[in-house]
């Protein structure tokens, strides 16, 4: 059993910040890669950012140098820094986690924290 616990999303105003934070626990195996995705209603979920195990980063062009991933290791967590936020943020962020356990790489989501940008 694997458990995602996300917090930070809310109300924000444009132009704000928001600090987004993804806890794992329980039958973790080796996380391999954690990110975030968001899924803006009637859109399909999209990626975010991604972080590997060794700190390489992807992030989609719209949130590039805006947003900023980064990871603990030790805690297992994993947060998103989002900075000048603007309407087209607004959607459900969704914690993502890549494992390799029990020779099988598995993949887990959290329940989606909702981040609206609006004035």
């Known amino acids: 059993q694997v458990q995602l616990v996300e917090s930070g999303g809310g109300l924000v105003q444009p132009g704000g910040s928001l600090r987004l934070s993804c806890a794992a626990s329980?039958?973790?195996?080796?996380?391999?890669?954690m990110g975030w995705y968001r899924q803006a209603p009637g859109k399909q979920r999209e990626l975010v950012a991604t972080i590997t195990n060794s700190g390489t980063t992807v992030y989609a062009d719209s949130v590039k140098g805006r947003f900023t991933i980064s990871r603990d290791n030790a805690k297992n967590t994993v947060y998103l820094q989002t900075d000048s936020l603007n309407a087209d943020d607004t959607a459900v962020y969704y914690c993502?986690?890549?494992?390799?356990?029990?020779?099988?790489?598995?993949?887990?989501w959290g329940q989606g924290t909702q981040v609206t940008v609006s004035s």
């Open positions: 993502n986690i890549k494992i390799f356990r029990g020779a099988s790489f598995r993949e887990y």
């Open positions: 329980g039958s973790i195996g080796s996380i391999l890669r």
